[in-house]
């Protein structure tokens, strides 16, 4: 019966040894694969960082000086006839006497007696008051027109004729228009210079001259042609034939300008056609032509007959309404 349940109890714990086994193996064969989706954390709690704290600087103080005490004995002034040490003390020569006072008032005061200097004829100072200065501003520059910047371009000493055109053609311009023109020449007059001279030819049935010979620059001479310049106004011709900016060129070419500022409208009245040979020919003598129009296009007959007395001279066209 021993030997029976001997081998009974060792048939158990084998079994039981051989079921563990299999459990173990098939635990740890298993078990990984069922936490593949489980991540293991550490929860940690941060600690924030320590601020060391700095205490603020004190103030400086201000360090006061001191003197430093010595084992030498202070300097003293002795009136007294010992001689010198060498302990700092100085002694005079001769013993200082002792004078009495002239007054025996001990309340009077000791010193030098007040004196008082009287001076004769002594210039009096002037009082010299300081004024700001004042900048003065800056003169604004004047308005140049066309017909100033040419005058200007030429050098040397101009003898400058305005010739002005009040024919019977010119009766319909209207006045506003003629007051520009003649503005423009006052204008002009006032920007020449010293050296200069000038004179003033208005034709119609007559050849009216402003003056017999050139008229030099100044201010007088400016002034009274600007004013004669200003009274000029067209006159209705009821004699006979009008003179033409041909005519009047040929006898301003008499006086050997070496400007001719020439306003017309261009119409000819002693040619029958607007022959440009001839229109130049009559250029001759009158240096350079700056030619003056207005109320009239480019390509109008007038228009380019004074382009032509213009371009042969080696001057200038401007027709004053258009900016050119």
């Known amino acids: 019966m021993k030997s029976k349940s001997s081998k009974a109890f060792l048939i158990s714990v084998l079994l039981h040894l051989g079921i563990g086994g299999l459990g173990l193996f098939y635990w740890f064969g298993t078990n990984p694969q069922r936490n ?15 601020v060391r704290r700095i205490p603020r600087r004190k103030r ?13 004995p202070r300097l003293k002034i002795l009136t007294s006839n010992q001689p010198a040490t060498t302990r700092g003390v100085v002694s005079a020569e001769e013993a200082a006497p002792f004078q009495q006072f002239d ?49 200007e371009a030429q050098e040397g000493p101009q003898r400058i004729v305005y010739c002005i055109d009040l024919s019977a ?10 007051k520009r023109i003649i503005d423009l020449m006052r204008n002009s007059l006032t920007f020449l210079e010293p050296h200069d001279s000038f004179n003033v030819v208005a034709f119609s049935t007559e ?14 001479t400016v002034s009274t042609a600007s004013a004669y310049l200003a009274n000029i106004q067209p006159k209705i011709n009821v004699k006979g034939t009008d003179h033409d900016m041909l005519t009047a060129l040929t006898e301003t070419a008499k006086t050997a300008p070496t400007l001719v500022v020439l306003f017309s409208d261009g119409i000819p009245t002693t040619i029958a056609g607007p ?4 229109v130049g020919e009559h250029a001759t ?14 390509n109008f007959p007038g228009a380019v007959m004074l382009k032509q007395l213009a371009t042969v001279s080696a001057g200038d066209l401007w027709l004053v309404d258009r900016g050119r």
Do not use: C
Not at 117 to 141: G, I, L, M, N, S
Not at 211 to 219: A, L, M, N, S
Not at 285 to 298: D, E, K, L, S, V
């Open 169 to 178: 053609s010119m009766q319909n311009l209207p006045p506003h228009k003629l």
């Open 285 to 298: 003598g009158n240096g350079r032509i700056f030619a003056m129009g207005i109320g009239m296009a480019p």
């Open 207 to 220: 050849l009216a001259v402003y003056q017999g010979d050139f008229v030099p620059v100044t201010e007088d």
């Open 275 to 278: 022959d440009l040979t001839l």
């Open 103 to 151: 007054s025996n008032d001990l309340g009077e005061p000791i010193g030098p007696a007040t004196t008082s200097v009287e001076f004769d004829d002594t210039p009096r100072v002037q009082r010299v008051v300081e004024r700001p200065f004042k900048k003065r501003p800056k003169e604004k520059a004047r308005f140049k027109s066309r017909l100033v910047k040419f005058i």
């Open 60 to 72: 400086v103080r201000a360090t006061q000086r001191r003197t430093r005490n010595t084992n030498q």
């Open 36 to 50: 593949t989706d489980n991540i293991n954390a550490i929860f940690i709690t941060e600690e924030k960082p320590k």
